[in-house]
């Protein structure tokens, strides 16, 4: 059995799979509580399922339309109350009616998405027939209400979690000699971490640079996403016109009120690199977490500043290093690092794990991020991983004394 | 997280437990802010029951020492663990926020 096409239908499927477990559960715990029923659920109903996302006394997870009664329920604008199950054609044949555990009434009150369709149903069922008094009746439509703001703003999240997703870099960039992966994983639907990277023309005309980027906005969730959005743009803008000092420097001057006002930090580690000469540029606001690593060994790319927002001004100047050709670039954000007990000793130790050459760059951001988000990182997880390629020209050169050729 | 707060009328030292982190900033901020806006602006955090500690602690820490300096006070930790100062360093923020080893150190000048 399908249900009639309509955009709520979509909305539900796109919720029944976003909301966080347990999320609800104290709402449906409650009205069963005042109804006095054995079992009390918020259903979502989808093209062809229906998604119990929040339960007592019912199984969470997904069953077949034609099974469930709330497919009836989104379809009007008050609530069902259905005295008793087996007694109603509509319902007497499905399985939790006709078998364990026999329910016998329902009342649900049916759930507005963003879209203003209903999107499911917060119903209670018992075991015996019933019927519901007007002040129950209320009842049950003051906590629909609840969880209907619950999904609202859960929409919402999720939503800004989507934007800033699709804020980041997708494609490779383009300029020869570089290979570039990267990857967050928020703690919440959006989050502080973010990574970019873009090409830039060097000032005085000095050739095309791939700007590398890595932040993290102190906290999370969606307050910390405004910023690091920010934070993001304003580097962005300054970055095509000079270097990468002053590009940081600008974009702290700029922010600085943005950031005074709502009491944030943020660290920032941007990297300019020449592909064809492995020549890399950067600044490090109180990040610390950029490595160059290769079978050889590795070294940090850190610098004394302090992140954007601290009350100092610093008078940022950029270091400089050489990325060989069989040399790997990896940052990460503190999310990383607390999994790994905040210690480069352990750093080190799992170094080995990625710098095995067969791996793609995208292989080891995604080794790195799961490794992190498996050891139940509670912090937004980012990494990037730079490293250069043979050009379309056949052509690595490399300078400076980490050189191999 | 719960917190302590002992008031030696030069200054207050406050306690937190725990982890310091997304969880505990808030309440311990608004705290922090109420203190300053009352003329409390000498703070001594007392870090030793802190056994983890994030970013947005770290952000309370460094608001609730801009907030203080403003008032011409100043906010300082002591007796901080590895871990707060593996992060402290990390960011260089040691360099704004001192880690004093007691709160007799913290607090010789006041």
Known sequence: MKMPPSPARQEAEALAHNIPAERYDRIVRLAQAIFGAPIAALNLIGNDSQFTVASVGFPKGEIPVEDSVCRVTVLQDEILEVHDLREDERFSNIPAVAGPPRVRFYAGFPVHGQSGKNVGALCILDLVPRTLGRQQREMLADLGALLERELAVQEEMDLAGQVQQLMLPTSAPDIDGVEIAGRVQPAREAGGDYFDWFVVTEPGDAGKRLVVVLGDVMGKGLAASLIASEVRAVLRGHSRYTDVSDSVARTSTTTKHDLDANSRFSTLWVARLDPTTGVLEYIDAGHGLAIIASQRGYRRLYQEYVPLGAPIEDVWEKASDVLAPDELLVVVSDGVFDVLDDSFDEVEAKMPAILDPALSCRQIVDLIVDFAVFHAASDDVTAVAVRRIPRADGDVTSAGPASTT | ?110
């Open chain 2, 1 to 110: 997280m719960s917190f302590e707060e002992v008031d030696q009328s030069a200054y207050v030292v406050l306690t937190p437990e725990g982890k310091f982190n997304l969880v505990a900033a808030p309440p311990f901020k608004a705290r922090v802010d109420d203190l300053v806006a009352a003329g409390k602006v000498r703070l001594v955090v007392d870090l030793h029951a802190v056994d983890f500690i994030d970013s947005s602690g770290l952000g309370v820490l460094i608001g609730g020492l801009k907030s203080a300096r403003q008032h011409d006070g100043d906010l300082r930790i002591a007796a901080s663990g590895s871990q707060v100062q593996a992060v402290l360093k990390l960011t260089n923020l040691d360099r704004i926020l001192t880690p004093y080893a007691t709160i007799e150190e913290a607090c010789h000048d006041w």
